[in-house]
Each structure stands twice: as C-alpha cells, then as structure tokens.
C-alpha cells in the first residue's frame, strides 16, 4: 500500500526535551501537514509558538495548521486554520481570509454541515479508543465511513489510529489520518 496521508498533531506536554527539536524531526518524517493543536495556551503565547511553527515547518515545505487561534495565525502568518465545529459555525463568514479552513467532526451531519460551512477537510474522531479520551469508547469505522460520504471532501481519521488500523480508515473512504501520541517521544 502507498503510504497514507498523515497530519501530525502536537501536543508539547508529549514531547521530552526541546519543542522545536522535536517538531523538526517530526518535519523531517514529511507529514502532509502539521496541526500545532496547543489548546492549554492563551493567545499571545499561542502566537509565539505559532511563529517559530511557522518558520520550521515552512523551511522544509510542510504545512502548518494553526488550531482555533485565528487572530493568532493571521499575526504569525499561518494561512490555515482548524476549528472545532462549533466554533467554525459561529465564526465561518470571518475566516474566509484563510486559505483553508477545517474542522473537528463527530457525526456524518457534522461533517456535512462542516462543507457547507466553507471547511476544505474534516477531522473525524475518534475512531478508536484511545488514551487521549480515557473512558470515551470509539466511535468505529462504519460512522467514519458514514462521515466520509456525507462529508464529500476528504476525511481525516484521528483517535486510536495507528500502523496497523490506518488502512482501514482508508477503506472506511478516509482521505488519511492523524495522529497525536505517535509523534510524542
């Protein structure tokens, strides 16, 4: 099988040692994008962070994609932006400056929804259990299969995805994956 689309997602609080040593590495590994999903920080300090993101990922041609903090990624120049659903139905008509906009889905009406809103992909999840959701049971490959043909742009699968179950995600009709913890150590 070619390999599978991945957007990596961050989360500092994995990471041992040097945040940006870490994210260069994980540039390096070619990731179709990067999600810099740092949701413990205010915007200020999330801005910061974004702008070093920015320079990292940008010299090696990898996307990032800021999370939630639109003021924040417009000041560190970061040209996409991810979202909750919620918040990308109350914001959509003032973030069409970016220049792809995508969001965090849990149903195929969501996902649906998350189209006509003006979103480029969506992020299904969680498809698996797992640890980042202790308790939270997945949500299992026919609804991922479900969201990918009510959302008729590409799905990415997040949440218990790893090696062996990425293929199939793809099956199920997801466009890649995502993962959090595989980036970590």
């Known amino acids: 099988m070619d390999a599978i689309p991945e957007i990596a997602v961050t989360n500092r609080h994995l990471y ?10 994980i540039v390096a590994a070619r990731p179709a994008a990067v999600l810099l999903r740092e949701k413990d920080l205010d915007a200020q300090a999330y801005m910061r962070l974004a702008t070093q993101a920015q320079a990292v990922c940008a010299a090696q041609g990898v996307p990032l994609i800021a999370h939630s903090f639109a003021e924040a990624a417009r000041a560190a120049g970061v040209a996409r932006l991810h979202l909750p659903f ?13 220049a792809q906009i995508g969001a965090s ?12 809103l003006g979103a480029a992909y969506v992020i299904f999840g969680n498809v698996f259990a797992t640890s980042c959701k202790p308790g939270l049971p997945g949500r299992g490959l026919p609804a991922l299969a479900e969201a990918c043909a009510a959302a008729a742009l590409p799905v990415y699968a997040i949440g218990g995805v790893t090696k062996k179950n990425a293929p199939d995600c793809i ?4 466009a890649g994956i995502c993962r959090m913890g595989y980036w970590g150590a």
């Not at 040692?17 to 870490?22: K, L, Q, S, T, Y």
């Not at 919620?86 to 970016?98: G, H, K, S, W």
């Open 105 to 116: 889905v849990h149903s195929a009406a969501e996902a649906a929804q998350a189209r006509a």
């Open 171 to 174: 099956q199920a009709g997801a």
């Open 16 to 25: 041992q040692g040097d945040f940006f040593a870490r994210l260069e590495q």
């Open 86 to 98: 919620a918040a990308l139905a109350a914001q959509a008509e003032a973030l069409r400056d970016f």
